[in-house]
């Protein structure tokens, strides 16, 4: 059931941070932007998360599904602060 989950996750992330992604196309508004590539960040931290615990369960991958995890927030915080409009 878990990894179910982990990939459901995962393309959830990814579907989000596409219709954002699309939704900037059309109306060009920064802050779309900055949330799409947060939630494509994401989508990356869930698929490391499936890889880290099913994939490769003996290869320690914590720190790279925080690394993603935490770039993708900075980028949303970025666009929040200086984006604002």
Not at 36 to 41: Q, V
Request: net charge positive.
């Amino acid at each position: 059931m878990g990894p179910a989950v982990y990939i459901l996750g995962a393309l959830t992330s990814l579907c989000c941070g596409l219709l954002l992604l699309r939704s900037y196309h059309q109306v060009k508004r920064r802050l779309l932007l900055w949330s799409g590539l947060c939630f494509a960040g994401l989508a990356i931290s869930n698929l490391l998360v499936f890889v880290d615990l099913v994939i490769f369960p003996d290869v320690d991958l914590y720190r790279f599904r925080l690394g993603a995890a935490a770039i993708a927030l900075i980028l949303l915080l970025y666009g929040l602060i200086w984006e604002s409009e």
